[in-house]
């Protein structure tokens, strides 16, 4: 009987630079394995966010070869899944949360992941336990649920505040937490797409609620009042010179700042700002073994 080819997982846009997904494919091409690709929205290799949780149960792991993410989802939600995560241990912060079931490796050498995916192949039912409990335990919405609630009654100084989720792109993690934050976390939340909806309609949203969680990538020209606006930032790219100016402006219209990364907090601090650590929980009703 034949043995099956290893299958190592990848999530991302592959025409993105900063995925390197060459990488990918080089390990995969090296150690002879089937390299199975969730691509972006607009690719034949699509993967719907509701059908993920059936694409990492069936890999042997999951390689993440970013060379920047915040905080990664496709790593989360693997690790409940029981799928075991290899990640460059400066990507993200799993490795400064100590979360289980990854391996961190150390430099984005093709020779060098290979053997970290044999170790992890090795390993996997031990990793896969340590993982799933690890994301049950620490990374579900329950436990994430009072930093939201701290961050939405400190800025609005009400108890039960309305908050609004302006999401700009619907396919993306923005998107997906925006609606897992209302079933798991503040049910007086609406969500708003600004891109679809009148603009009267969106002016008339944003003056009835207490607190606008605005994203970084939303930045536009409709009207937050800058008292209750929260701006989310979950990448560093702000900080690239092309995107300054614009990043400075928005971070004078607003009253706090916000992201679901702890190394992303420390290059906020120095912005004059209140900023809140108030990370990603895992929806364990979608994503589980």
Same mark, same amino acid.
């Given at each position: ?55 990492? &149960? ?41 979360? &289980?079931?990854?391996?961190?490796? =150390? ?71 925006? =609606? ?26 944003? =003056? ?60 906020? &601090? ?20």
């Amino acid at each position: 009987m034949t043995k099956s080819k290893v299958k190592i997982g990848w999530v991302g846009d592959f025409k993105r630079n900063g995925k390197q997904f060459d990488l990918a494919y080089l390990v995969a091409k090296q150690l002879n394995a089937e390299l199975v690709v969730a691509g972006p929205v607009d690719s034949v290799i699509y993967v719907d966010h509701g059908e993920m949780p059936g694409f990492y &149960r069936e890999l042997d792991c999951l390689l993440v070869t970013s060379a920047f993410e915040a905080h990664p989802l496709c790593v989360y939600e693997a690790l409940a899944c029981g799928c075991p995560v290899l990640l460059e241990m400066g990507v993200g912060d799993c490795y400064v949360n100590n979360v &289980r079931g990854v391996f961190y490796y =150390k430099g984005f050498d093709v020779d060098n992941i290979c053997k970290a995916v044999k170790s992890v192949l090795k390993h996997r039912e031990q990793m896969s336990g340590d993982g799933v409990k690890c994301i049950q335990t620490e990374w579900n919405w329950g436990v994430v649920k009072p930093s939201y609630e701290t961050l939405f009654r400190d800025v609005s100084g009400v108890d039960y505040p309305q908050v609004l989720w302006l999401i700009d792109v619907e396919d993306w993690s923005w998107a997906f937490m925006g =609606k897992e934050m209302k079933q798991y976390v503040w049910r007086h939340l609406k969500d708003v797409y600004v891109s679809t909806v009148r603009r009267d309609y969106l002016d008339k949203v944003i =003056k009835e609620c207490d607190v606008v969680m605005n994203h970084v990538w939303n930045l536009g020209d409709f009207n937050v009042p800058p008292e209750k606006n929260v701006l989310c930032v979950n990448n560093p790219s702000f900080i690239h010179p092309s995107n300054a100016e614009l990043f400075y402006k928005a971070v004078d219209g607003c009253v706090a700042l916000t992201t679901v990364s702890l190394p992303v907090v420390d290059m906020l &601090r120095f912005m004059g700002k209140p900023v809140y650590y108030a990370s990603r929980g895992v929806d364990l009703e979608k994503f589980h073994p």
